[in-house]
């Protein structure tokens, strides 16, 4: 990638994570900003790609890159049992009419954004330990964390760009990329003070949880 280019990845053969400098302004970073959209922000995005070298694809390089299996039985099959549970929570959604995300193409990068949303929270709750938890605009730092995730994936999209993504793109579209991991959250759940059977709630039975 270019220094200028608007993008992140996790590179398995050389366990490292990459961020150019084209992705640390807004919506993604702004340092004039607080830090709980900082963290909704920018911070999830360094979640996902930590969580990449631990999905179902990063998981099977070694920490040195190498192509090993390096994992105990009872954990790899925990984390396919946990993993499926993904693949059925995304195959649900239907953006448009007859069409569903694919969860088999898009576990990867679904994995990666429900435990990059989980990572950057509890850098978040660490960051704002002992400090005041002031509003700013009438939301709590819990919430702006939450808003600050959302507002990096807004974006306009024709149905048949997102009728060839959905055969295509190992991504979800940009709408489940934040429902998906939201509904499967706790944090964001008490954050809002949302009541159990809304949309934007997955049953306790049916939340996923891998890392």
Same mark, same amino acid.
């Given at each position: /990638?270019? *220094?200028?280019?608007?993008?992140?990845?996790?590179?398995?053969? +050389?366990?490292?994570?990459?961020?150019?400098?084209?992705?640390? %302004?807004?919506?993604?970073?702004?340092?004039?900003?607080?830090?709980?959209?900082?963290?909704?922000?920018?911070?999830?995005?360094?979640?996902? %790609? /930590?969580?990449?070298?631990?999905?179902?694809?990063?998981?099977?390089?070694?920490?040195?890159?190498?192509?090993? &299996?390096?994992?105990?039985? !009872?954990?790899?099959?925990?984390?396919?049992?946990?993993?499926?549970?993904?693949?059925?929570?995304?195959?649900?959604? %239907?953006?448009?009419?007859?069409? !569903?995300?694919?969860? %088999?193409?898009?576990?990867?990068?679904?994995?990666?954004?429900?435990?990059?949303?989980?990572?950057?929270?509890?850098?978040?709750?660490?960051?704002?330990?002992?400090?005041?938890?002031?509003?700013?605009?009438?939301?709590? *730092?819990?919430?702006?964390?939450?808003?600050?995730?959302?507002?990096?994936?807004?974006?306009?999209?024709? &149905?048949?760009? +997102?009728?060839?993504?959905?055969?295509? &793109?190992? !991504?979800?579209?940009?709408?489940?990329?934040?429902?998906?991991?939201?509904?499967?959250?706790?944090?964001?759940?008490?954050?809002?003070?949302? *009541? &159990?059977?809304?949309? /934007?709630?997955?049953?306790?039975?049916?939340?996923?949880?891998?890392?």
């Amino acid at each position: /990638m270019t *220094p200028p280019t608007v993008n992140a990845y996790y590179n398995p053969k +050389l366990n490292e994570i990459v961020f150019p400098a084209g992705i640390l %302004e807004p919506p993604f970073f702004n340092p004039k900003a607080d830090d709980a959209i900082n963290y909704g922000g920018i911070g999830a995005v360094i979640g996902h %790609e /930590m969580t990449h070298g631990f999905d179902d694809q990063g998981r099977q390089y070694d920490e040195v890159g190498n192509l090993r &299996d390096w994992w105990s039985p !009872h954990s790899a099959a925990k984390f396919k049992e946990r993993s499926g549970a993904v693949v059925r929570q995304y195959s649900e959604y %239907e953006p448009l009419p007859g069409l !569903h995300v694919n969860g %088999e193409l898009t576990l990867g990068e679904n994995i990666a954004d429900i435990g990059g949303v989980k990572v950057a929270y509890a850098a978040l709750q660490k960051a704002l330990a002992g400090k005041p938890q002031e509003k700013i605009d009438g939301f709590t *730092p819990d919430q702006r964390f939450f808003l600050g995730y959302a507002q990096i994936w807004r974006s306009v999209q024709r &149905d048949e760009d +997102l009728k060839l993504r959905l055969n295509t &793109d190992p !991504h979800s579209p940009a709408r489940y990329r934040v429902n998906g991991p939201l509904q499967d959250s706790v944090d964001f759940q008490k954050a809002f003070n949302i *009541p &159990d059977g809304s949309p /934007m709630v997955r049953p306790a039975d049916k939340r996923v949880n891998i890392w």
